[in-house]
């Protein structure tokens, strides 16, 4: 779909700019990058009510246009560069109106780059409780924009800003709020008649930014600092002053146009509720209960409709075997595609909970306080309380936790967050955990509330945020720098959680989900069942008269003599072979050639462990008896000791090694890109199988 019209939403933070970009685009939304950078390009489309298209453009939020950050600094690149994709047409700029005067300070810069505004001034329903009173209309006439109030959580006055989109002028309105040329007189004019800049405050942001602009080449931004040299310009005296003038003009319009009620000395219910939620003890012992009720939910609402999802694939899988006729393509698409698909979709019940709980826990501010509330403990490991934004990010997926680190100033903070995020359990790893504690942890509950398999999830969960503490702490001595790291945060208010919204966010999470472990899954699926089905020629010809013999004698009975046969077929194909060739190494973690080889494949992506697993068993089995992967798994045999092979000891041994190993292909390309070199992805790595190796021989041998 192609944009009539390209629409940028800027604002600062906690504004709920994310919240009507969501409103206004509805599904029909997508992410990529920004040209030339690695910072996510969030893009959508609606519907204006003079029927054209929009592009929407959800550009990173920022307190002002000089950055502190990357994310930040995308929005002055975009807005400044005429030959950017993403330089709008029009801008809504959204603004908190429960806190105007420091939303104004963003707005003044944005109109002063000449593109055409409307201010979506949002949140008005909280002025209002606050005993805020806007005059809209006043506010619209100073400013010399339109003004349109709006309640994005609750869908409020949306209809009047299309309305406003549709019949915005081309032409930039605005008025002027202050002398920019002032600022910088000879300067301003000379970079604006040798680089073509038409606003005075585009190339006073030239001076400012040069160095960092994409869009000026060396010889440019060289040109830049003469001219800087020239006029005795100094850009931190320049902003201080051109910051002082912009709040004196704030201070002159909020003047006439908002009135503030007394509220004398009465405690905000925000504040209320934060004297426990942020308490240095009660506040972390409410989180730890969150946690539980989240992973016990986990496993308590998950059971039922998992059954059914593993009940319909048996029922496919035997519906397939029947009808299609005999051969390597029915064994192909029910034993490889099938099953391996049916292995991880299985799991879509948990991680849609999963992801609706995170979504609740963003939606109502509480996830800004555990973040509040980390802050001193992570400073003590050599991170700061930006790096638990990453962190918890890590919750479900390690690729945007790391890329969200760019928002950390101090290098060293960064590395270690991006160094330690991949050791926190996503999502990827939550079927691999429910699986096995499913087989060897009993399905029991104590005083009808707590459930064991829900305990023990949880404690994977905080053993691995644990050992990201821990590593970070040994990194922080390893790495030098003599930067200080700071952390500034507002607060959110806290609010209902939109039910939409983390209706939405289920759907992305188990949609990006199935599509991008889907394809992966297949693609190793289709691979695999090849592998485990075939082998050398010479060695399938031996054991084909081997069993030829067996039959003809008939000495076993024909059902056992076709197990040997599946069996040993399993064990000489390409995947037996390589699946044997390490087993001498993993065999001290308590692991045999099939998990060895589920080991090698799910490095493509966690989760294909359940579909290498789903494969592996069905390749050979009983068409007649169909079973879910769990069942397939439960009844395996150690062929030397007759035991069941997933024991305690091995299960948890398994559990321990994929909390701590790498196994992800996209994480280590994401390092890669983040830090523009091959050294840290590979310490990375190397530290982490490491670390995986020894907690896992460990676990085994004090549970065996």
Excluded at 642 to 670: D, R
Excluded at 679 to 699: D, E, G, N, R
Aim: hydrophobic share 45%; with cysteine.
């Amino acid at each position: 779909m192609n944009g009539d019209l390209k629409i940028a939403l800027v604002g600062n933070p906690n504004t709920g700019k994310s919240t009507l970009f969501n409103v206004l685009t509805g599904l029909n939304q997508r992410v990529g990058n920004f040209p030339g950078v690695t910072v996510d390009k969030k893009t959508g489309y609606t519907r204006l009510a003079d029927g054209r298209n929009a592009e929407i453009i959800d550009l990173p939020g920022t307190y002002s246009l000089y950055p502190k950050s990357k994310d930040e600094s995308i929005v002055f690149q975009v807005l400044a560069d005429p030959n950017n994709s993403a330089h709008p047409d029009l801008i809504i700029f959204v603004a908190d109106a429960s806190n105007l005067k420091r939303n104004l300070l963003l707005y003044t810069q944005v109109a002063d780059l000449k593109i055409p505004v409307i201010i979506a001034l949002n949140m008005v329903d909280l002025a209002e409780k606050a005993g805020t009173e806007i005059n809209v209309d006043e506010l619209s006439k100073r400013l010399g924009v339109q003004v349109i109030p709006v309640c994005a959580r609750k869908n409020a006055n949306i209809g009047k800003l299309r309305e406003a989109l549709s019949y915005a002028s081309k032409m930039p309105l605005q008025l002027e709020t202050i002398e920019v040329a002032a600022l910088a007189p000879g300067l301003i004019g000379k970079i604006q008649t040798e680089f073509l800049v038409d606003e005075p405050y585009t190339a006073l942001q030239f001076a400012h930014q040069h160095e960092t602009l994409k869009f000026l080449t060396p010889e440019q931004s060289d040109r830049i600092e003469e001219i800087e040299k020239e006029y005795s310009f100094h850009s931190t005296k320049a902003q201080a002053a051109e910051t002082i003038a912009r709040y004196n003009f704030i201070n002159d319009v909020l003047l006439d146009t908002v009135k503030f009620k007394p509220e004398g000395t009465k405690e905000t219910f925000s504040n209320k509720i934060d004297s426990v939620l942020t308490h240095r003890f009660w506040g972390f012992l409410i989180f730890f209960a969150v946690l539980f009720i989240i992973f016990q939910a986990i496993f308590a609402w998950s059971e039922f409709p998992m059954t059914l999802i593993e009940e319909a694939f048996v029922w496919v899988s035997e519906a397939a075997h029947n009808a299609l006729p005999p051969g390597p393509l029915a064994d192909l698409l029910v034993d490889g595609v099938l099953a391996g698909l049916s292995g991880v979709l299985v799991f879509i019940p948990q991680i849609a909970i999963l992801f609706a709980f995170i979504s609740v826990l963003e939606d109502t501010g509480y996830m800004a306080r555990v973040t509040f509330m980390m802050d001193k403990i992570m400073r003590k490991v050599g991170l700061n309380g930006k790096s638990v934004v990453p962190l918890i990010g890590g919750l479900a997926c390690a690729v945007p936790s790391i890329m969200s680190a760019r928002t950390i100033e101090n290098w060293k903070d960064r590395m270690i967050t991006i160094m330690v995020t991949p050791l926190v359990s996503c999502s990827a790893r939550l079927p691999i955990y429910t699986l096995l504690i499913s087989l060897v942890v009993p399905d029991e509950s104590f005083g009808g509330l707590i459930n064991l398999q829900g305990l023990v999830l949880m404690s994977m969960y905080v053993l691995s945020m644990v050992m990201a503490v821990l590593v970070a702490w040994v990194i922080k001595l390893l790495i030098k720098s003599g930067e200080r790291g700071y952390f500034i945060m507002e607060l959110p208010v806290y609010r209902l959680p939109r039910w939409n919204n983390v209706a939405f966010t289920m759907y992305e999470k188990v949609k990006t989900f199935i599509i991008e472990a889907g394809k992966v899954i297949i693609a190793i699926s289709v691979i695999l069942w090849v592998l485990s089905s075939y082998g050398p020629p010479a060695r399938m010809e031996v054991l084909e008269q081997k069993y030829q013999t067996a039959k003809v004698t008939g000495v076993t009975p024909s059902e056992e003599v076709q197990n040997l046969y599946a069996s040993e077929k399993l064990e000489n194909s390409y995947a037996g072979i390589i699946g044997k060739t390490i087993e001498p190494v993993i065999k001290p973690l308590g692991f045999d050639w099939k998990i060895g080889i589920a080991l090698i494949t799910s490095f493509a992506a966690r989760e294909v462990f359940v579909g290498t697993m789903a494969t592996i068993y069905s390749v050979g089995t009983d068409e007649a008896q169909e079973e879910s992967v769990r069942e397939k798994m439960a009844s395996a045999k150690n062929p030397e000791t007759g035991q069941p092979i997933f024991t305690t000891a091995v299960a948890f041994s398994l559990m321990v090694f994929y909390a701590f190993a790498m196994q992800c292909m996209s994480t280590l390309a994401i390092v890669y890109r983040e830090t523009k070199s091959w050294k840290w992805p590979m310490i990375q790595l190397a530290y982490m199988t490491v670390l995986a190796y020894v907690s896992s021989l460990v676990v085994y041998h004090l549970l065996k």
